[in-house]
C-alpha cells in the first residue's frame, strides 16, 4: 500500500465514514487508533485475494460492501465490560423496580433496555439483579441492543471467561453458571429472559419500541461528538417512560444534567430522570404514549432489528466499588509525594501548589469542606513515610465505603463531610478526592468538581476515573482538545491497570 504519510486524505475519509456510521468522534479516542484499525482491515482485505491493492481501493471496496464497513466498525469497537460492572446502578435498579411495580402492579411487566449491550455481561447481570430481587421473569422484559454482531453472538452463546468475572466475591457466578471446559455457562433461565437484536441508536422510534421503565446507556456519550451526543439524547429521553430512570456512565453525569435531565438523586449509580416538558433544554422532547409500551411489552416478539447501525459498544470508563479499588488496598496509593514523579501541568492547565491548594474549601451546596493535612506536613510524617500504613489504608476503605452508602442513600452531605473529616486527619488520598468531585458533580457545583478532579490527579495521575471525569467537564466548557488528551490519558491508564 502507499506510504502512510500520503493517505491522510484517505484515513480522513474512513473518520467521517466511522462518524456517519457509528456516530463515532474521532478525538474521543485519538486519530491514531482509527488508522491503525484502518490499516488492520485493509491488510486482511488485502490477504484475501487483493495483494496489489492499495488504500484507495479499500476506500472504494467499502463504499460498495456494507460487510467491509461492519468488519471495520468491529475493529474499532472493542467491547470493554464485566458482570456486575459499577454495581450500585443495579442495586439501585433492584429497589426502583419494586418501587415500580409496587405503584402500578404487575399487569404490565417492566420494560428494561441495555444498549450497547455489548458482550451481555450487562443485560444478564440486570435479569440476574431483578430475578434474585424476588421480581418474576413475567413481569419484566429485558430488550439488550448493539452494533457488533460479533458481541451479540458471544452475548447469545452466554459462556463467559474469567474476564467478565472481576472482583474477589462472586456468589452470584456460582448461583448463576455452571463450568465448562471453555468458561462458565450461564444458566437457561438468565439468559431466556433477555431479547438480543442489532439496532440503530439514532434511529430507535419510541413509538415503534414503545417506552421503558429503565434504560441502561453508559459510556457511550463520551464518544459522541456535541450535536451526535444532542441526538443521542434526544432518543434516550424518548424512550423513558413517565419517571422512567436511565443509567449512564460515571463521566456522562455532567453531560446530562446541563442537557435538561434530572438527577434521580442516587449519585453513584448515575441515574437519571427524563425531564418534564417545562425543564427540558431541548425543545421537542417527549415521551411516546404509555399506551404503546404496554401493548409492547405484552407481546413476546423479539424486538425488530435496525440498521445501519449507530451504537458505540466500548464502555472503558467506570466507578470503581471503593473497596475493590486496588489503591485503597495497595501501599503505594499512599506513597509520600516526593518519591512520585509529578506534572507539573496538566494538559496546559496549571497543577495547585501541594501546601496551599489541597484543602476543598469550596462549599458544596452549603458543605462545610474541611481542610486535610497538607500535602509537606504528610509528606515529612513518618507515619506517612512508614511501610506500615495498614491503620490509615483500612480507614480509608472503611470511610470511603460508608461514604459510599450514605451516597448511595442520597445523604450528600454527610458522605462529602465524612471525607473531609477522614482527610482531616490522614495523609491525602486519590479516590477520597475523586468521590468528593462525584459528590460535587452530582449537586451540580462544576468548580469544586473540577477542582477535586484535579486533586485526585495530582495524588494519582493514572487515576482513570479522575481523568475521564474531568474530559467530560472540559468537553462540555469547549476545550475539546483538551478533553481529547484526557481521554487519550484516561485510555493509557486504563490499558496500565488491566496490564
Known amino acids: 500500500m502507499n506510504a502512510h504519510h500520503d493517505n491522510a486524505p484517505l484515513y480522513r475519509r474512513f473518520v467521517d465514514l466511522l462518524h456517519r456510521t457509528i456516530g463515532l468522534d474521532a478525538a474521543s479516542l485519538g486519530h491514531g487508533a482509527i488508522e491503525r484499525a484502518v490499516d488492520q482491515r485493509a491488510t486482511a482485505w488485502c490477504a484475501e485475494g487483493h495483494a496489489d491493492a492499495t488504500l484507495a481501493d479499500y476506500w472504494d471496496a467499502a463504499q460498495a460492501s456494507p460487510s467491509i464497513v461492519q468488519a471495520l466498525v468491529e475493529t474499532v469497537v472493542v467491547p470493554e465490560t464485566w ?19 409496587d405503584e402500578r402492579g404487575t399487569a404490565l411487566p417492566l420494560r428494561i433496555l441495555s444498549l450497547p449491550c455489548s458482550t451481555g455481561e450487562e443485560p444478564y447481570t440486570i435479569a440476574m439483579t431483578l430475578l434474585d430481587a424476588g421480581i418474576d421473569a413475567a413481569h419484566m422484559r429485558i430488550d439488550a441492543m448493539d452494533i457488533s454482531e460479533r458481541s451479540l ?6 459462556v463467559y471467561s474469567r474476564n467478565s468475572f472481576r472482583g474477589n466475591a462472586f456468589p452470584f457466578r456460582d448461583a448463576h453458571f455452571t463450568r465448562t ?35 441502561f446507556c453508559r459510556n457511550v456519550l463520551i464518544y459522541f461528538d456535541r450535536e451526535t451526543q444532542e441526538t443521542a439524547l434526544r432518543t434516550l429521553n424518548s424512550l423513558l417512560a413517565e419517571n422512567g430512570t436511565l443509567f449512564v456512565g460515571p463521566a456522562e453525569t455532567g453531560l446530562l444534567m446541563r442537557h435538561g435531565m434530572q438527577s434521580a438523586k442516587i449519585p453513584l449509580a448515575f441515574a437519571f430522570r427524563r425531564a418534564t416538558p417545562g425543564e427540558a433544554q431541548f425543545n421537542g422532547w417527549h415521551t411516546a404514549p404509555l399506551a404503546t409500551a404496554a401493548a409492547l411489552a405484552m407481546t413476546h416478539s423479539p424486538v425488530p432489528a435496525l440498521a445501519p447501525l449507530q451504537v458505540f459498544s466500548a464502555e472503558p470508563f467506570a466507578w470503581p466499588d471503593p473497596v475493590a479499588r486496588s489503591s485503597l488496598s495497595d501501599i503505594s496509593a499512599l506513597t509520600p509525594l516526593s518519591g512520585v514523579s509529578q506534572p507539573t501541568s496538566l494538559n496546559g492547565i496549571q497543577q495547585p501548589t501541594p501546601p496551599n491548594d489541597i484543602s476543598p474549601r469550596t462549599p458544596l451546596n452549603g458543605i ?10 504528610a509528606a515529612q510524617s513518618h507515619e506517612f513515610m512508614s511501610p506500615q500504613i495498614i491503620a490509615p489504608t483500612n480507614a480509608a476503605r472503611d470511610t470511603l465505603q460508608a461514604a459510599h452508602a ?6 450528600l452531605t454527610e458522605a462529602a463531610n465524612a471525607i473531609n473529616a477522614y482527610l482531616e486527619q490522614h495523609a491525602p ?19 469544586l468538581a473540577r477542582g477535586q478532579y484535579r486533586k485526585a490527579l495530582y495524588l ?3 487515576h482513570v476515573e479522575a481523568l475521564a ?13 483538551g478533553a481529547r488528551l484526557l481521554m487519550e490519558r484516561a485510555s493509557r491508564a486504563q490499558g496500565v491497570q488491566r496490564g
Open 83 to 101: 458482570f456486575y460492572r459499577d454495581a450500585d446502578a443495579f442495586r439501585a435498579l433492584a429497589r426502583l423496580a419494586h418501587e415500580r411495580l
Open 368 to 377: 462545610s469542606q474541611h481542610t486535610p493535612t497538607p500535602f509537606k506536613a
Open 469 to 481: 471525569h474531568l474530559a467530560t467537564l472540559l468537553e462540555l466548557e469547549g476545550d475539546r482538545n
Open 406 to 411: 450514605l451516597a448511595d442513600a442520597g445523604r
Open 181 to 215: 471446559e471453555d468458561g462458565w455457562r450461564l444458566a437457561p433461565r438468565i439468559a431466556d429472559a433477555v431479547r438480543f437484536s442489532r439496532a440503530n441508536l439514532m434511529q430507535l422510534d419510541a413509538t415503534t419500541l414503545g417506552v421503558y421503565d429503565f434504560v
Open 460 to 462: 494519582d495521575p493514572q
Open 153 to 158: 453472538a458471544v452475548a447469545q452463546r452466554a
Open 429 to 447: 488520598h486519590a479516590d477520597a478526592f475523586y468521590l468528593l468531585g462525584v459528590l460535587a458533580d452530582a449537586s451540580g457545583d462544576t468548580n
